[in-house]
């Protein structure tokens, strides 16, 4: 269920949701934190209390302090150090009655005098120390102010008795911590022990904490707002405007969305809209090749089939021997020219298929042209009696950039259409050499009719009609093949006839590396 919603949302609104689950869990978890960081803040400041408060108990223990007002006074000069980190001790006998308040040494500048002889004369103030006591009162968790007093009774008559009870007071910008416990003697509880410490601090931590909280949860929102702009802006928005290209291109809309801005990028997104529209171009090409090809193709099959079937209602007509042989020469003549049509046309979509995935690399071409003259020297010397010689300037190696099975499609094709105009025991002749400007020259010459024509350009067309008596032997398409395959490699190819004899000299000239 989950997957399937997030398959239906864009990668900006995936993005933002992510995001938000994510801050969700980070709040929940922060949350937690929070509620928990305060109490052990608390249980820490608790545990020092109960310390100190243990420690005082096992001195009155020690020096047998009776909870009365002359010997608590003593013990908190002559111990005083076990306090100076708190802010309030306050001593109670088992009556609840004040017996002793660090607060009232506390006003006293000598207090913690290291004469202790003069302070000791000093006599406790009970009066004041009451009004002091009776002002700092306690808050235990709701609005309403409770003495310290009605604490102690609570404590005394609660399950919490005998164990030391912590609570805090959070009122007026104060935050305090109070803890309590019974003081026992010989089995028997002669007073109460409260110790007070401003706890500020705590509250400072979590308001820093969460201060720090906030600020971060802010930086990191405005981060994710910033990135989630430039990620719609410079990605989600580009990548829309590719699917927006590639619909215009798939409904052949005229008006298909412009890519021009994002192919000039220098990025991956660049590089991906560029590969598309060479990609879309090629494919236009390509269809409209295909377009052009079938209609030229259907034009051509059209007058075979006509012959085909004019050559076979006149023969189911006729008795005449001689003219069945006729009509029956002509039916075999249409077929193998459709048959040849069908061929080099599948020929054509092999080849625009195998290399769109076959790889150029550096080739000496000389092995790969003699291996071809070879092979038809081998046919068609002792076939037809037709020579075909290999020449070069001998100049090294000739290396280009080429398809090795390509090249040898070149020179065969052009060698077959050398031969097919040729007549029997004449010489074809294989020429390579090497051009000032750093070019590779292929020269096929023959020694047949030649050409007819000014604009010999017009040979590489498919179908050219203007074509010699011989030409019925092929589909038209063998020279555009090697035109296109030429092209593939950078190179040109031009037609012309032969300057020394009668005959056609096919010329290409590749780059050379």
Known sequence: ???????????????LFINLLFFTIIGLFTFIYLKNVQPNLIKKKSSNHIEV???????????DIKFVEEDIRKFL???????????????FDNNLNLVGDTDTLDLDPRAFSSRLDIVELEILNEKKTKEITEKKNI???????????????????????????????????KFKLTTIKNVMR???????????????????????????????????????????????????????????????????????????????????????????????????????????FSTDLVHEIRNPLASLKSASEILHDTADINQRIKLIDILSHDVQRIERLITDYSQILKDEVALSKEKI????????????????????????GIKISYKSDGKNKYFINGIENRIEQ?????????????????NVLVKVSKQDNNKVSINILDEGRGFKEKDTNKIFKRFYSNRPDKFGQHSGLGLN??????????????????????GANMEIIFPRV
Do not use: W
Request: hydrophobic share 40%; charged share 25%; proline share 2%.
């Open 410 to 426: 070149i020179i065969a094709n052009l060698l077959d259409n050398a031969i097919s105009f040729s007549e029997d025991n004449q």
């Open 77 to 91: 000069f002559s111990t005083r150090f076990l306090f100076q980190n708190l802010d309030r001790v306050i001593f």
């Open 186 to 292: 010989k089995d028997q509880n002669i007073g109460y022990l409260a110790i007070t410490e401003n706890a500020n601090d705590i509250k400072a931590a979590i308001d820093e904490r969460k201060t720090f909280i906030i600020r971060t949860a802010i930086a990191v929102g405005l981060v994710i707002l910033i990135f989630s702009f430039v990620l719609n802006r410079y990605f989600l928005k580009p990548i829309k405007n590719l699917v927006s290209y590639t619909e215009t291109i798939k409904n052949k809309d005229p008006k298909a969305t412009s890519i021009k801005s994002l192919k000039s990028r220098n990025d991956e997104l660049g590089l991906l809209s560029n590969s598309l529209d060479d990609m879309t171009n090629q494919l236009q090409r390509r269809i409209t090749q295909a377009e052009n």
């Open 53 to 63: 408060i243990n420690n005082t108990i096992d001195n009155l223990k020690r020096l």
């Open 139 to 173: 808050n235990i968790g709701n609005d309403n102010a409770v003495s310290l007093n009605d604490i102690l009774n609570n404590y005394s008559s609660s399950k919490n008795f005998g164990t030391p009870f912590t609570f805090t007071q959070d009122e007026f910008n």
């Open 481 to 502: 093949i090697v035109k296109n395959l030429v092209d593939l490699h950078n190179a040109s190819i031009k037609a012309s006839n032969r300057e020394d004899r009668r």
């Open 1 to 15: 269920m989950f997957n399937k919603f997030l398959k239906n949302l864009s990668i900006l609104k995936k993005f």
């Open 361 to 384: 690399k550096k080739l000496d071409i000389e092995p790969i042209i003699k291996s071809v003259v070879d092979d038809f020297n081998n046919i068609y010397k002792l076939k037809r």
